[in-house]
């Protein structure tokens, strides 16, 4: 059954089609990266904004040097301690690279993924793929192949389930081109993680991006990772708080859904009230799924306890915090 499945993505993603595929991130929507025609279809299929680029994946370091222009010493010692893994490295692009994958800049996002599936079809397939998140654009990451078909299933002629993912939010991507190196997304591998193996890397800059401007890397943009519920990231100490909050609001409990890690709601007039544990790795592996699980409820908001200012959990701030923009 799994080479089988290797076997049909693989002749999809030949014939200029677009698969979505399981990563230990999230579903990714994949295509031949070096298809200018096939990645366009994935801007299509998604509604994808054309300055947003999209990440490259590859079987290897060897695969990721060909499509880079410069594979420098840091590089390689970040893809030795991280790879495969949820680490994305932003470096100049090579010149097979087609420039709708970078949205026309000069730098590309390059990652190994560690799930055996996406793994099998690069290596059977011979060529990277370009894939973000299997979703419509700005809407919620897909964590299982029945979130992708929620989504996209008219539009696309294979999904494959590869089981839940295992990481659960994006990867990190760190920039090499600049000096430091610095975090233009931050996730799982955080920044002090990297400065073990790379001392002069650097944390997420605050910045604004706008709308229109060619980005060095997708998830930049403020809002995004967006449930269709409204989003509120609260912070409380009792039940009697949390509804003075929402009263504030003009919300109304019962049209709430409470998504908590320490201070759980303990009575009753909620909409309901999930509990994921006050773990950061746990959280996110749990985070999106519970987001759509919130929306095909029909919540009307969606109130998640804010995470804990520590570094495993800026990722999981960063998606909560452009998924509640306005």
């Known amino acids: 059954m799994f080479k089988e499945a290797v076997r049909r993505a693989v002749e999809l993603l030949q014939a200029g089609e677009v698969v979505a595929l399981p990563t230990e991130t999230v579903y990714g929507l994949a295509a031949n990266a070096l298809d200018a025609q096939a990645v366009g279809r994935i801007y299509e299929v998604k509604g994808r904004p054309a300055h947003n680029p999209i990440i490259v994946h590859v079987s290897g370091c060897e695969m990721a040097q060909t499509c880079v222009r410069a594979w420098t010493v840091v590089a390689d010692r970040l893809a030795r301690a991280f790879w495969p893994g949820p680490l994305t490295l932003v470096l100049p692009k090579a010149p097979i690279i087609p420039e709708i994958v970078t949205a026309g800049g000069d730098t590309v996002g390059v990652r190994w993924p560690s799930h055996p599936f996406i793994q099998a079809v690069i290596r059977e397939g011979g060529f990277p ?122 919300l109304e409990p019962s049209n709430v859904h409470v998504v908590a890690h320490t201070r759980i709601p303990l009575g009753g007039g909620f909409g309901g009230v999930s509990v994921i544990p006050h773990d950061a790795a746990a959280f996110a592996r749990a985070l999106y799924a519970e987001l759509h699980r919130c929306d095909e409820h029909g919540a009307a908001c969606i109130v998640v306890e804010a995470p804990p200012e520590a570094p495993a959990w800026r990722g999981i701030a960063d998606r909560l915090r452009r998924a509640a923009a306005t």
């Open 129 to 250: 793929l370009a894939a973000p998140s299997a979703n419509l654009s700005n809407h919620l990451s897909p964590t299982s192949a029945e979130h992708v078909r929620r989504q996209l299933g008219g539009r696309i002629r294979l999904v494959v389930d590869g089981g839940s993912s295992q990481v659960g939010i994006e990867s990190t991507v760190l920039d090499l081109t600049m000096s430091p190196p610095r975090v233009l997304r931050p996730g799982m591998i955080h920044e002090e993680s990297l400065a073990a193996v790379v001392p002069e890397v650097r944390g997420q800059k605050p910045e604004v991006s706008s709308q229109s401007q060619t980005l060095r890397s997708p998830g930049m943009l403020n809002k995004h990772y967006a449930p269709k519920a409204r989003l509120l990231v609260l912070n409380w100490a009792d039940d009697a708080q949390l509804k003075q909050k929402l009263a504030a609001r003009r």
